[in-house]
Antibody
Framework: EVQLVESGGGLVQPGGSLRLSCAVS????????MNWVRQAPGKGLEWVAY????????HYADSVKGRFTISRDNAKSSLYLEMNSLRDEDTAVYYC??????WGKGTLVAVSS | DIQMTQSPSSLSASIGDRVTITCRAS??????VAWYQQKPGKAPKLLIY???TLQSGVPSRFSGSRSGTDFTLTISSLQPEDVATYYC?????????FGPGTKLEIK
């Protein structure tokens, strides 16, 4: 069974940093591109970042470019999202997504003073 | 960047009704459009990919179609468990933009 489990969310002050992790199991992680998608409270889905299967190619939404970094460790079957210079508008549930097919349950990031 | 618009933003229908939701891309995205269902408090679930392919395990009352840059999700006979918000997404190239969503309720 494919499983994606996000962790690392929490309350952080504006300007602060946070690192999200996604541990996966049930599929060959190194063979799939991965995405982070977020959803602000009561709002729609927003694609955040993409990383290719090898990790050599990444793409970011304009809203996070220069502040967030997506990475992966294929040996550990893990995906990461390093978030810096956090803003109030980054408050959301962050989902780890295998390609487009399977989503984790999400982890909540709250940016507030 | 390519924009994805969805209509309607909300709709109310009766059990057994045929329901249609439309997504329009501002430019060509080939067939690389997916549809998701999200129930309150849950993660989205993939229903349709490459515009018309039903994801494994998804009931056959769901179907997708394409006409140029217009994409349609159809529920042939609405069931109570279909109450949810539905999103389209283009994944032809980054950014992998979502539509704003369609909230479906039972009348």
């Amino acid at each position: 069974e494919v499983q994606l489990v996000e962790s690392g969310g929490g309350l952080v002050q504006p300007g602060g940093s946070l690192r999200l992790s996604c541990a996966v199991s049930g599929f060959t992680f190194k063979s799939y591109s991965m995405n982070w998608v977020r959803q602000a409270p009561g709002k729609g889905l927003e694609w955040v970042a993409y990383i290719s299967d090898s990790g050599t190619t990444t793409h970011y939404a304009d809203s996070v470019k220069g502040r967030f970094t997506i990475s992966r460790d294929n040996a550990k079957s893990s995906l990461y999202l390093e978030m810096n210079s956090l803003r109030d508008e980054d408050t959301a549930v962050y989902y780890c997504v295998k390609y487009i097919t399977t989503w984790g349950k999400g982890t909540l990031v709250a940016v507030s003073s | 960047d390519i924009q994805m618009t969805q209509s309607p933003s909300s709709l109310s229908a009766s059990i057994g009704d045929r329901v249609t939701i439309t997504c329009r891309a501002s430019q060509d995205v080939s067939n690389y459009v997916a549809w998701y269902q999200q129930k309150p408090g849950k993660a989205p679930k993939l229903l349709i990919y490459t515009a018309t392919t039903l994801q494994s395990g998804v009931p056959s009352r769901f179907s997708g179609s394409r006409s140029g840059t217009d994409f349609t999700l159809t529920i042939s006979s609405l069931q109570p468990e279909d109450v949810a918000t539905y999103y389209c997404q283009k994944y032809y190239s980054a950014p992998y933009t979502f539509g704003p969503g369609t909230k479906l309720e039972i009348k």
